[in-house]
């Protein structure tokens, strides 16, 4: 069974950081593709980050330069590092796993970001 479990939300002022992390499980991790996406109230989930089973990695315009994802085979685990945190980076952020063997993807509940003016 897939689970994808993110941790690391919270309050933060505007310009400040925040982690994100993504554990994962159930099946082989290096071969995937992992993504983060948000959805703010009202608004249509988006992709925030993305990085490729060989580490290549895309971002949107609206974050590219202040998220930095990144991943660890070996803790089958997928990390975004959020600086300059803008009250419009206000979300629910979530994990997203595309499977390399199957194609299938996978979605963790998702943890708050909210980011005070």
């Known amino acids: 069974q897939v689970q994808l479990v993110e941790s690391g939300g919270g309050l933060v002022q505007a310009g400040g950081s925040l982690r994100l992390s993504c554990a994962a499980s159930?099946?082989?991790?290096?071969?995937?593709?992992m993504g983060w996406y948000r959805q703010a109230p009202g608004k249509q989930r988006e992709l925030v980050a993305r990085?490729?089973?060989?580490?290549?990695?895309n971002y949107p315009d609206s974050v590219k330069g202040r998220f930095t994802i990144s991943r660890d085979n070996v803790k089958n685990t997928v990390y975004l590092q959020m600086n300059s945190l803008k009250p419009e980076d206000t979300a629910v952020y979530y994990c997203?796993?595309?499977?390399?063997?199957?194609?299938?993807?996978?979605w963790g509940k998702g943890t708050l970001v909210t980011v005070s003016s």
């Open positions: 997203n796993r595309v499977s390399g063997v199957s194609g299938l993807d996978y």
């Open positions: 159930g099946r082989i991790f290096s071969f995937d593709t």
């Open positions: 990085i490729t089973a060989g580490g290549s990695t």
